[in-house]
């Protein structure tokens, strides 16, 4: 495997000498530590979810499928009858469905995993069509990812010419990267094509507190590529477009409406707001396995995380050549920590999707995804 997000890089992967470990990176230990951690229970995979050694959208949901594979194995390692190991898998499935409630692709590839068992008589067969179907996900989302990289980069090949060699400086929160999926990422494929292309970026990165996506993981990501890039407090992404130093924003999404309602990690919405308040475009990068078409209001109908209190309170570093834990909030004060905000669809310049960027509105999703669209409602 290697660090940098390019044709051989997995965030997610079969042990090649142990079809029986899925292999994932710690992304707790970035961007300090470069660790593999090793999956063999379902249990594993809930733990990795819930604790985020695995986060983003797309991630999850593979991290998901391939959960269910390995309790597959479990279930066939407990000789059971087949219809017992087929009950073993759905409750492994609602296990990781109550890990984390707002990314929609959780649920999505758990139910898209359930559905390859239909008709199972054998364990053998079961442990195969888990086995295939993760495999397809995860290689499906790497082409997604791809795709939005293409047509992202056209908006910064457009601001490019207009700068006449200078570089596009773009401003992301949060960490909407190759390891927020399997490959490429959602916010950053158009920042991966454009370096393939030539065109000059410079990317502002948020820090994102409170778990510091940005400049833990975003960083990292963006220095192993050679990506020049600068790591800036949150709040300081008003004053750079305030004095013109931003020409894009580009984030993620963890679910989207079919009105274009998205859920991203706190702090969005602020970036929307001082975006559209200086005339800055503010794009959301995502896959189409993210959009959530039965819903349409994403602050009345999107589940909103809130997290433990110790992510406020607490925070880590390198110390010399110790990662320390310290603790920055003092005993008597109480922390409310809830993990997203949604950015409503008025906020939006644009989705960057697979198949090209469209407005952000029903019919601009439905535009582009009319068989989903027709599908689910």
């Not at 709040?235 to 004095?243: E, P, R, S």
Request: aromatic residues 4%; contains cysteine; proline residues 5%.
């Amino acid at each position: 495997m290697t660090n940098t997000p390019g044709v051989s890089f997995r965030t997610i992967w079969l042990h090649p000498d142990d079809p029986g470990t899925v292999q994932i990176i710690d992304q707790r230990r970035l961007p300090h530590r470069y660790e593999v951690v090793d999956l063999q229970t379902h249990a594993d995979g809930a733990i990795a979810i819930r604790d985020m050694l695995v986060r983003g959208a797309p991630l999850i949901g593979a991290t998901a499928a391939w959960s269910l594979y390995l309790a597959a194995l479990e279930a066939r390692s407990a000789s059971s009858s087949p219809e017992r190991q087929v009950e073993f898998v759905r409750s492994a499935a609602e296990t990781l469905a109550a890990t984390r409630p707002t990314a929609v692709n959780l649920r999505w590839g758990i139910d898209r995993m359930l559905a390859v068992l239909t008709d199972v008589t054998d364990s053998d067969t079961m442990i195969a069509r888990l086995r295939s179907e993760a495999e397809t996900i995860c290689d499906e989302d790497v082409a997604i990812s791809r795709g939005i990289g293409e047509h992202g980069a056209e908006l910064l090949a457009a601001i490019a010419e207009r700068k006449d060699g200078e570089p596009v400086n773009i401003l992301t929160h949060c960490n909407a990267g190759s390891l927020a999926t399997i490959n490429w990422g959602t916010a950053t494929a158009p920042m991966y094509i454009a370096r393939e292309r030539g065109i000059p970026i410079h990317v502002w990165v948020d820090e994102t507190r409170p778990r510091n996506q940005g400049s833990q993981l975003t960083a990292w990501e963006l220095a192993q590529s050679g990506i020049s890039h600068t790591v800036i407090v949150d709040n300081a992404g008003g004053h750079l477009m305030q004095h013109g130093r931003v020409d894009i924003c580009i984030t993620g999404t963890d679910r989207t409406t079919r009105a274009g309602d998205v859920a991203n990690k706190i702090g969005t919405y602020l970036k929307a707001l001082a975006a559209h308040d200086n005339g800055v475009p503010f794009y959301v990068a995502l896959p189409s396995t993210t959009i959530d078409w039965t819903i349409s209001d994403g602050l009345r109908d999107i589940p909103i995380e809130e997290r433990g209190a110790e992510e406020v309170t607490h925070v880590s570093g390198l110390d010399g050549d110790k990662i320390r834990t310290v603790k920055i909030v003092a005993d008597a004060s109480p922390v409310r920590n809830d993990a997203f905000d949604v950015t409503p669809a008025r906020l939006v310049t644009g989705l960057i999707t697979e198949r090209g960027v469209c407005e952000a509105s029903e019919e601009g999703l439905a535009g582009l995804f009319p068989d989903r669209a027709a599908a689910d409602q």
